[in-house]
């Protein structure tokens, strides 16, 4: 049989992490995984100071796809480390240009 191209589910989230919308992408990209998909998540705005969170790491290992806004990190003056790809909007832009599905948390 012919395997069909994984789906690709793309997340935003600008919430905190303590925040219920930070939760449910979360839940979101678990349950997309665990069906196989390609799961893109961007953080942004509040919600890059949860990109240590390890709940994103236990992700991570799953094959979650982790980007964090650099802009929104340098306003935090919070480090830029190996824990996500950092980048700009144009990434964000892809995101959404090439997922099947895009859901934004804020």
Known sequence: ALS???KKLGLMVSVAP???GFGQ????ATKALGDGE???LYCIDDAVPGIGDPRLA????DGLNLFGCAYSM?????PLDDSAVFSGL???S?????????ESFN
């Open 18 to 20: 303590d925040a219920p």
């Open 90 to 92: 144009s990434v964000l």
């Open 38 to 40: 390609k799961v893109y």
């Open 74 to 78: 340098r306003q935090r003056k919070l």
């Open 94 to 102: 892809d995101i959404m240009a090439d997922t099947n599905r895009f």
């Open 58 to 61: 236990k992700l991570r290992e």
């Open 25 to 28: 992408a979360l839940e979101l």
């Open 4 to 6: 069909a191209e994984p």
